[in-house]
C-alpha cells in the first residue's frame, strides 16, 4: 500500500468502522488518526491492519478489531496523570494507544515471543513511557500498584479479585467477561477500601487470556 492508499484505509477504518461503533470521543478519534496501527501488524497479515477483524499473532493469539480496541480505550477515560496496567501486550498496539494517554503503562504478556514482538513495535513507535514484561498478567503485577486503570485485553471468564484490589479508590478496570456466543464489556470502579461499582456496558466476543480461572458451574 502506498501512503495515499494508507491514509484512505484509516480514515475509512475510523469513519466507517469505528465511529459509527458508538466511539464519539474526539480525542480517541486523532489517537486512532495518529497511531499506525500498521506498525503494528505481522508483515504477513500488513494488508489487514484496517480491517474489521481480529489479526493473528504468535502463539495463536490475535489482535482485536479496531472497534473493540477504540471502544475500550473510549471506556477507560484515561487521563494524563494515570498509571496503567495491561494485561495481554499483543503485538503492543493497544499499549501504545494507552502510553500517548497516560503517565506509565506497564504491560504484562505471557508469552515471550509477544513480549519482545510488542517492545520493538513500541520501541520503534518512540513510546517511552510503556514497559512490557513477560509475565502471567493473571498473577497481576505485584509490587507495582495501586494503579489509576487496569484493562484486560480479552476476555476472561471472571474477573479475580486479586486484580481489584490493585485498584486505587476512584480507579478503574475494564475487561471482556462471559462465554461464547456473547459476552459483557464489564466496567469496575473502586467506590472505596472495600467496595466497588460494576457495570456491564456493551457486548462483544474475544479470545482468552491465558491462565485465568474459569468460574465454576455447579450448583448446590
Known sequence: MNLDSIATAR??????????????DAEVLELLAEVKREDFVPLAHKGLAFADLEIPL??????????????LLQELAIKKTDKVLEIGAGSGFMTALLAHRAQRVISLEI???LADMARANLTKAGITNAEVRCFDGSKG??????FDVILLSGSVGEIPQSLLTHLKVGGRLVAIVGNEPMMNTTLVTRTSD??????????T???RLQNFAEPSHFKF
Do not use: H
Open 11 to 24: 480514515f475509512n477504518m475510523i469513519e466507517q468502522q469505528i465511529r459509527p461503533w458508538n466511539v464519539l
Open 58 to 71: 504468535p502463539g495463536g493469539q490475535c489482535m482485536l478489531s479496531p472497534k473493540v480496541e477504540a471502544r
Open 111 to 113: 508469552l515471550p515471543e
Open 141 to 146: 503485577a505485584p509490587g507495582e500498584g495501586p
Open 194 to 203: 472495600t467496595d466497588y461499582r460494576t457495570t456491564q456496558t456493551w457486548e
Open 205 to 207: 466476543v474475544a479470545p
